[in-house]
């Protein structure tokens, strides 16, 4: 089995960015969620695209969920099973910071829904980069147009922070917080030392 690291955070967290810089590291295979397959390209139209307009928060959930099931059925579990890396631009965590707090449907429900579209299928290392909320709002402010769910207002994604700092206190075993603040390479240097000593490189056979 390859090693399935997963990078979480909230919006202009940096996260893409220091996915990619760690895939390539690895020459691991880089996804992210919602949207990298045929599929899930289709339901993340739905879900992000302002067009859409209101989407009960279940339904949004439900759909968040069936991406992550057929994804993590087509690309992530046959990658691992091939002896793959696999770093996920997020997974399970955003489901739960976004539907479980940020549209107040639980995290144990929401949790629920996605142990089933995973059928239990656990990264071994989440990294969550943090940054504050003014940090946040001027790298968005760079970024263009918001999508559904940046556009969704200031409490909901204060609420969606705290969800993500939640899961983290909570399993301290599997997540580990970086401070997303500063530059590209000072933020690659803080993750590459974390998982470095989380995830050390497989020992070379004889
Ligand atoms: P994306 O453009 O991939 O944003 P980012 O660069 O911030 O990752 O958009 C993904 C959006 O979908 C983002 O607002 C978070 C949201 N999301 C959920 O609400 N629940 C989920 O389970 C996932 C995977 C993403």
Known sequence: MGRFVVFEGGE????STQA???????G???TF???DSEVGARLRSILLDPATGHLDPRAEALLMAADRAHHVATRIRPALNRGRDVVCDRYVGSSIAYQGYGRELGADAVGALSAFATDGLVPDLVVLLHVEPEVA????AAAGAPDRLEAAGDE???RVA????????EDQERWVVVDGDGSVDEVAERATAVVNARLPDPVAGP
Do not use: I
């Not at 990619?20 to 690895?26: E, H, M, T, V």
């Not at 709002?137 to 968005?140: D, E, K, N, V």
């Open 12 to 15: 202009g967290s940096g996260k």
């Open 137 to 140: 709002a001027s790298r968005l």
């Open 20 to 26: 990619a810089l760690l895939a390539r590291r690895w």
């Open 28 to 30: 691991a295979e880089l």
């Open 33 to 35: 969620e919602p949207g």
């Open 156 to 158: 909901f994604h204060r």
């Open 162 to 169: 705290s969800g993500f700092l939640h899961q983290a206190a």
